[in-house]
Each structure stands twice: as structure tokens, then as C-alpha cells.
């Protein structure tokens, strides 16, 4: 569904994607996992259009994403819930999952914003308050509900732990998980490698811009170089 | 009391002016946090324009739209030329920006149509209406009901289109809205284009009451930020209530202490407001807001 061949990308002279392959294929959860500054935003960040590309090709579903603009790629049914939330802050938890349906008028919007509601009740009951007033784990439900209102086929979630209890974090790995009965496919960037890998179909390891390792998400968590240097058992 | 009126009269007109100003402000700031400080430019552009194809043959309403159309267009082009450019930079940058655009813009105005003063004849003649011992010019009802049909087209913008939803979305945050597939570059456009419009429109109303030449412009933006300060930048609401407040605030003083105090008056008004709420009448840059 979605190919990675030598991606590089820079922020101004410094290049920190040095060449990144990776394909996630329909239906499955991918995980890239790695230390804070391994360059798993930044990759996300191509993915989603908002981060220039300097070299190396995306192929999503088919066709290359390469002079796509950010703004036309969730019409192709790849929507980014990016790192930080970036939730509307002004504006309701209604009205940013209404946003998230930005490119639909049809009646489907109604009931997806009912299964957002049934998969996370606690923005039901905040729907009229403003977004900006949610708590971190509030906030990080609603940017997810947010781009599952987009209807994507491929869903990049950056680092939805990032700052969280563990029993929030639990149940959004749960609700990760679950998306793939939904028919959801994911790519999913995590620092808390166990927890990412525990949900994942495969997994790949990413240090300072490159692909360490890869392979069946259940083989990484018994692999003892990564349970070393990423679970610190 | 017939008094009184008169200054309630030319309170409301010269307000409906400002409002309309203001409303132009909102519009940019609500795309990108920016004052747009040309925006007392695109008064001026629109009053000159107009004069220009009128002086030229052409029927005034026809003068008066190719004048809005004309200055949209040069909003648009400012966005292109010199906003857009300097995206990413803070909003301290753009907005010296505009200041820059709107002496451009001026200059460009007194190379092209000298430092007369222009005017063109008013819609609907020169015979003011008596109204409770008062007298009140026909285009001022014009100019009132300029304003009052802008804030109202604005609103059901805002509110219930899902356009005026992207404009709110991108100031909001410009990131996330690209991300749930909106075209923030075509949001900054239609703002630059609106705003740009609306002000011309002013210009167009105005210009048979307050006259124009190449250097109006820079009084109109004061006036209007201070009006779109007053309301609490951002809110058409707020922009439309500033708007006639100041207007207000000036005539009175104007008609019982002395026109030299009105400026003074108005800002002290301002200053009190702001002091003790800092985001103005309707500000609340939050829920309400939309
Ligand atoms: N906006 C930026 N400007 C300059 N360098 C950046 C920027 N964002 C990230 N970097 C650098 O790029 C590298 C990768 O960062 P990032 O993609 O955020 O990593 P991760 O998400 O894995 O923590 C880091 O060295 C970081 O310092
Ligand atoms: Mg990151």
C-alpha cells in the first residue's frame, strides 16, 4: 500500500534522513520505533507532504506522492495525526472533528462522528467545550478521531504515548489495534518501543536517519539487541 | 435633541466606515494573525478607482465593481508578492510587511493620480432627509447599509460555510488544517481577496462624503484597527460594534467639546477598554468566536 524506496530529507544543510526503505502493506500495523531524534517526525513528516523530500520516492497505493501537495493527500486516504496533537484549540471537540471531515458532506460524516464517540465516550461528553481545554490524553483521542474522520485506508499516528499515563496509554494502543478490523491500515512511530511492538504486525528500528533493523514485530521483542537498547530489559 | 441626532447621525455614518475597515482587518487576521496595516489602502484604492473610470465614461456602478474587482486583485497580489514569501516568519515580520506594502501602494497611488482631491457624484443625490429635526445625507444610508449587509454576509460565512470554517481552521492552525485536507494557500488568497474587496467597497461608499486622494488611507487603517481593537480583533462582531462606537465616540465629542479632542477621546475610550478588557468588547479569541 504504501513504499518507501531511499527517502532523504533535510532541514536546511543538515540532512537527517540518510536514505529511509521501508512498505507497509494494506491492513497491516507497521511500527517505526527509535530514541527521540532518530528522525521518525521527520519521516512522518514526508509521508504527510508537510516536510520537503530531497531525494528517494513515496509510492502510495499505487502512484508516486512525489509534487503532492499536504493538503490534497487525505483524499487519497493517507491522513497524518501528528506529533503534538495540533487539535484546533479554538474551537470545539465537535467542531475539529467536523474539520476532519473536511472533504465530506455526505451523511457519512454523522455516524463516523458517532463511532468516534463510541470509541473515545469522554469527547461525547466534552463535544461542546473547547479543544484547547482538554487534558493531554483528551487532546491525543481527539486528533486520532479526528483523522479517522478523514476516512483514510493508511493512518500515520506520530507518537499518540508521547506524555501520557500508562492506563491512557493502554487504552490507545488498544484503540490502535483495533483499527484494523476497521480496515484501517497504520504506520505507527513510537519511542515506547514495547508497547508499539506488543500491537504491530512488523516493526522497524530507525537510529539518527537510518533503518537499523527490521522484521516481525514479535521477533524484534525477543531480539536481545532491542530488548537491550529499547524495552531496558 | 435635534442636536443630539445630528451628531448621533454623522456618528453612525462616519462609524459604518470604520466598521467596515475593521471588517476588512478581521478577515486577514482570522486567516493568518496578521494586521494587514495596507488596509486603509484598499479604501483608498477603491474611492480613487472609482473616480478614475468614472472620470474615464463609464457608469458608476460599473466604475464602482471594476474599482472593487480591481483592488481584490491587488490584494491577492500583495499576499503573492510579499506575504507569502515571508511565510514562517513571525507576525511581527509580515505585519511590518504590510506597513511596507501600504507606502508602496500610496506612492504608487500619487504617481499614478497626482495629490488632488477626487469625489464622484452620491448614489442617490445630494438632498438630505429630515428625519426628527435632524438631517441625514441618502449615501449615508448607503454607507450604513454597506456595512450592516457586509457583517451579516460575513457571519453566515463564517458560521455556516464550510469555507468560512477552513479561514477560522487555518488561523487556528495552519499545520492541522493542511492535514485534514485544507488548501491553506487558497484560504490566505480568498482572505487577501475579501478583505481587499470589502475595503474598496468602503472606499466606494464613502468617497462622496469624505472625498479621496492618494494619502486617505493611512487615517481609514488607524481608525479601523482601533475600531477592530476596540470590538476585539478577530470578531466581526466586535468589528462591526468598534466600528460604530468610535464613530460614535468622535461625533459627540466633536458636536459638544470641540473636534480637536475627538482623536483624543476616542483613544482614551479605547485605552480604558483595553486596560480593563485586554481582548476588547466581544475579544474571547476562543469558542465563542465562531
Ligand atoms: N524543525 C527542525 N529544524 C531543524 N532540525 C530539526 C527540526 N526538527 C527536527 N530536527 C532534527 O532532525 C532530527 C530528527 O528529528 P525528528 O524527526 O523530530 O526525530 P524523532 O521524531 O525521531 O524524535 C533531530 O536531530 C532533530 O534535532
Ligand atoms: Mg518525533
Known sequence: ?????????????????????????????????????????????????????????????GETLTGVPAHRRPARGLTQSPEGRQIFTNLTVEENLRL???????????????????MFPILREKRNLAAGGLSGGQQQMLAMARALMGRPSCLLLDEPSMGLAPIIVQQI???????????????LVEQNAFGALKIADRGYVMETGRITMEGAAADLIADPRIREAYLGI | MPELLQFLFSGVTVGAVYALVALGFTIIYNASD???????????????????????????????????????????????????????????????????????????????????????????????????????????????????????????????????????????N????????????????????LSAGIGALAGVLATPITLTSYDVGLAFALKGFAAAMLGGMGNPKGALAGGFLLGLIEALTAGYLSSQYKDAAAFVVILLVLFFMPQGLFGQKSVDRV
Request: net charge positive; hydrophobic share 50%.
Open chain 2, 174 to 193: 495552519r499545520l492541522a488544517a493542511q492535514l485534514v485536507g485544507i488548501n491553506t494557500g487558497f484560504v490566505m488568497t480568498l482572505s487577501f481577496a
Open chain 1, 100 to 118: 476532519g471531515a473536511y472533504l465530506f458532506t455526505d451523511d457519512r460524516v454523522e455516524k463516523d462522528m458517532g463511532d468516534a464517540f463510541a
Open chain 2, 34 to 172: 496578521v494586521v494587514n496595516f495596507a488596509q486603509g489602502e484598499f479604501v483608498m484604492l477603491g474611492g480613487m478607482l472609482t473616480f478614475v473610470c468614472h472620470a474615464a465614461g463609464l457608469p458608476l456602478p460599473l466604475a464602482a465593481l471594476i474599482a472593487i474587482a480591481a483592488t481584490s486583485a491587488i490584494g491577492v497580489a500583495m499576499n503573492k508578492l510579499a506575504i507569502e514569501p515571508a511565510r514562517g516568519a513571525p507576525v511581527v515580520s509580515l505585519i511590518i510587511i504590510t506597513i511596507g506594502a501600504s507606502i508602496f501602494i500610496r506612492g504608487g497611488a500619487q504617481l499614478l493620480f497626482g495629490k488632488q482631491i477626487h469625489s464622484f457624484p452620491a448614489f442617490s443625490g445630494d438632498t438630505p432627509l429630515r428625519i426628527g429635526g435632524a438631517t441625514i445625507l441618502p449615501q449615508s444610508l448607503w454607507v450604513i447599509g454597506g456595512a450592516v449587509v457586509v457583517f451579516v454576509g460575513l457571519w453566515l460565512f463564517f458560521t455556516r460555510t464550510l469555507t468560512g470554517r477552513a479561514v477560522l481552521a487555518t488561523s487556528n
Open chain 1, 173 to 187: 494502543f488498544n484503540v490502535v489495534s483495533g483499527l484494523k478490523a476497521l480496515g484501517v491500515t497504520v504506520l
Open chain 1, 1 to 61: 500500500m504504501l513504499t518507501v524506496e531511499g527517502l532523504r530529507s533535510r532541514y536546511g544543510r543538515i540532512e537527517v534522513l540518510h536514505g529511509i526503505d521501508l512498505h507497509v502493506d494494506s491492513g497491516e500495523i507497521v511500527t517505526v520505533v527509535g530514541a527521540n531524534g532518530a528522525g521518525k517526525t521527520t519521516l512522518l513528516k514526508c509521508l504527510s507532504g508537510t516536510q520537503p523530500v530531497s531525494g528517494g520516492t513515496i509510492t502510495f497505493r
